[in-house]
Nanobody, 124 residues
Framework: QVTLEDSGGGLVQAGGSLRLSCVAS????????MGWFRQAPGKEREFVGA????????YYADPVKGRFTISRDNAKNTRYLQMNSLKPEDTAVYYC?????????????????WGQGTQVTVSS
C-alpha cells in the first residue's frame, strides 16, 4: 500500500507561480510512475504530467509544456510540480497519483493510488 499526501495549492494571480508537493509513504519501492492530474468544475480529470519514480524521466501534457516542471527529492520520497506562468484556465483541483506498472501514463485509470487533492485558483 502507498499513501500520497499532496499540498501546496492556493490562490495566485495570472502569471504567478506555485509549487505543489506530493509525499509518498508506505511501499514506495513498488511505484513505477508518479503522475499529476487536475480536475476543474464540470470537467473530466485530465493528465498534467508524470515522472518515472526511478530515473526521473518526465512527460507533460501539451497545455502545460514549457510552464510546468516535475522534479524529485528521493531522500524525502517527494515529487514536486513547479507551475510557472499560471493562467486562469489552470484553475482546478490538482491530484498526485502513483502507479505500480508501466503503461499509458496519461490514463488516470491506470493509477493505483491517489492523493486527496489540492486546490489551485488562478485569478485574472
Amino acid at each position: 500500500q502507498v499513501t500520497l499526501e499532496d499540498s501546496g495549492g492556493g490562490l495566485v494571480q495570472a502569471g504567478g507561480s506555485l509549487r505543489l508537493s506530493c509525499v509518498a509513504s508506505g511501499r514506495t519501492f513498488s511505484i513505477d510512475h508518479m503522475g499529476w492530474f487536475r480536475q476543474a468544475p464540470g470537467k473530466e480529470r485530465e493528465f498534467v504530467g508524470a515522472i518515472r519514480w526511478n530515473g526521473g524521466r518526465t512527460y507533460y501534457a501539451d497545455p502545460v509544456k514549457g510552464r510546468f516542471t516535475i522534479s524529485r527529492d528521493n531522500a524525502k520520497n517527494t515529487r514536486y510540480l513547479q507551475m510557472n506562468s499560471l493562467k486562469p484556465e489552470d484553475t482546478a483541483v490538482y491530484y498526485c497519483a502513483a502507479r505500480r506498472y508501466d503503461g499509458n501514463y496519461h490514463s488516470r485509470y491506470e493509477y493505483d493510488y491517489w492523493g486527496q487533492g489540492t486546490q489551485v485558483t488562478v485569478s485574472s
